[in-house]
């Protein structure tokens, strides 16, 4: 089958919509399908990476002041479906809504949504939403079509390959009770300069790191201020937009992450960890996620003290830390990708047997 996805990514938006429709992606291939990503050329978009990655791109307009409206997304694509027909558009985006579901499924292409947004009209044939939230299915019976499958919850989550190979090594690992080694991510952008909130915190905690490492994306603006802060500590390091994620989880006794697709990173590998909500999409999976003693919520980047991000690094124990990395492990296996192309796949034998 034929896919088109539309994702964007830059140093607002983030980068995680873009890489967590790759993981995706990457398992289409994969099985033989083939795979075209639709994203504007916004700055510190991902376009050359995903090419770089053997993804075929396509550039959509952008001007000066990237201006760019739903309606305008609504003609672009769809005379790009008319050109270039597809079986499926798979769609990972806040700005385009129902108007735009509605419009992509008359052009004549099956649609699959993402969300992280309970609550809203959408109009597809497989919603898709990754997030640990309560009562999660009754948020959106009445928001979809009948016929719509849902695909709710971790065992959906969006992940590459190596998180589910890696699984087993990683939680092994874990049973020596280290809590000498940290990794600070907070999402590509750093648009708030977090991460230096968060390495001056670790560096004040009573503990010897032997490592730390700390990762950000192409899209960070103060790449020289984070050189600058880590060049005379021993043992630290910088890695910007690294495609080794899932080994330095591996390696990591500690994480200090936020509430987005890392979350499931995380629990695939079983890192203990201190979450920061960066949006306000991530504020129940964060919730969620304390609640079952999977992260330890550091609450809203807003209101986040550096003494506070200390004091939480500080106090945990190691019977603490692998009581969260059993916890975190049991969420999330590492294989979504794998089942959500499953469900596609399925109902494509479903149509040839009707």
């Not at 429709?21 to 075209?36: F, S, W």
């Not at 579901?101 to 609550?119: E, F, M, S, T, Y």
């Not at 009948?146 to 939680?171: D, H, I, N, V, Y």
């Not at 106090?315 to 990395?325: F, N, T």
Request: hydrophobic share 45%; net charge negative.
């Amino acid at each position: 089958m034929r896919f088109h996805i539309r994702a964007d990514a830059s140093g607002e938006i983030g980068a995680g919509h873009v890489v967590r429709c790759q993981a995706l992606a990457g398992e289409l291939v994969r099985r033989g399908h083939a795979v075209t990503f639709l994203c504007r050329s916004l700055p510190g978009n991902m376009s050359d990476l995903l090419r770089a990655a053997g993804f075929d791109v396509i550039d959509m307009p952008v001007d000066a002041n990237c201006t760019w409206t739903q309606e305008m997304d609504i003609v672009w694509c769809e005379a790009f479906v008319h050109k270039h027909p597809a079986d499926w558009l798979i769609v990972d985006h806040y700005a385009l809504g129902v108007s735009w579901h509605r419009a992509i499924r008359g052009a004549g292409c099956r649609l699959l949504v993402i969300n992280d947004l309970p609550g809203q009209d959408i109009d597809a044939d497989i919603l898709l939403d990754q997030n640990l939230i309560p009562d999660h299915a009754a948020q959106y019976v009445s928001h979809v079509p009948r016929e719509c499958a849902l695909l709710l919850g971790p065992g959906f989550a969006l992940l590459r390959p190596e998180f589910a190979a890696m699984r087993q090594g990683s939680l092994r690992r874990r049973a020596n009770g280290d809590c000498d080694s940290l990794l600070i991510f907070l999402g590509g952008g750093d648009v708030f300069e977090e991460t230096a909130l968060m390495i001056r915190a670790a560096g004040d905690t009573i503990r010897k790191w032997r490592k730390v490492v700390v990762v950000v994306g192409q899209a960070c603006s103060n790449i020289k201020q984070l050189e600058d802060m880590l060049i005379m500590r021993p043992g630290w390091q910088l890695h910007v937009q690294t495609d080794e994620m899932s080994r330095l989880l591996c390696e990591a006794d500690i994480a200090i992450t936020g509430g987005g697709s890392i979350s499931w990173e995380k629990c695939a590998l079983g890192v203990p960890s201190l979450a920061v909500v960066l949006a306000e999409n991530q504020a129940p999976i964060v919730a969620t996620l304390d609640m079952q003693g999977a992260v330890i919520s550091l609450g809203e980047l807003a209101a986040l003290r550096c003494e506070t991000v200390t004091a939480r690094l500080n106090d945990l124990s190691v019977p603490q830390l692998l009581e969260m990395g059993t916890k975190a492990a049991e969420i999330c296996r590492g294989d979504g990708a794998a089942r959500v192309v499953d469900v596609i796949e399925n109902q494509k034998s479903n149509d040839r047997q009707r």
